[in-house]
């Protein structure tokens, strides 16, 4: 996965670009969905429900979730935070790393699938090839074998 630089919690706190007063419904939102990004579940049963409901879209689904939520501990660990510490600020503040946590999971999240999609694409053509090469070659035989 690439590297990407997270801009650290200081200056998070301290930009002026930040949404500096959002509402109590934004803040419980943002603490919402900051929440199930970090939810996991310890109960073999429910993980297992999780993973099979649905079918392959379940699996997926979950799949998705364990890399959010990974990528979501890298960027606390880059920013030098805990949940706890995160739960212990301000509204305001709380949102705003919230919110910037959120972007950086989504971020590495995509280039993460774009990096996948790249080197599935490059599997998908050296075995286009080799396919084209037995093609060929199996090809040849059945024109040699007709001609003797």
């Known amino acids: 996965m690439s590297t990407i630089t997270t801009t650290s919690a200081a200056s998070i706190l301290n930009s002026d670009s930040t949404t500096t007063n959002p509402t109590a419904a934004q ?6 969905r900051f929440a199930d990004l970090l939810a996991s579940s310890d109960d073999a049963k429910t993980t ?3 993973i099979t409901s649905g079918g392959a879209t379940g699996y997926w689904a979950w799949q998705m979730k364990q890399l959010r939520q990974q990528i979501a501990g890298e960027v606390m660990g880059d920013m030098n935070l805990t949940p706890a510490q995160i739960a212990a600020m301000p509204a305001a503040q709380r949102f705003a790393v919230e919110q910037k946590i959120e972007q ?3 971020q590495r999240l995509r280039l ?8 599935r ?5 050296a075995q ?6 037995v093609i ?3 090809q040849s035989i059945d024109t040699s074998g007709m001609q003797g």
């Open 48 to 50: 297992l429900s999780e």
């Open 121 to 125: 694409q490059h599997t998908t053509l």
């Open 27 to 32: 803040v419980a939102d943002a603490d919402s």
């Open 112 to 119: 993460a699938l774009q990096e996948e999609m790249k080197r």
């Open 128 to 133: 286009d090839a080799t396919l084209q090469a």
């Open 136 to 138: 060929t070659t199996a």
């Open 104 to 106: 950086a999971v989504e």
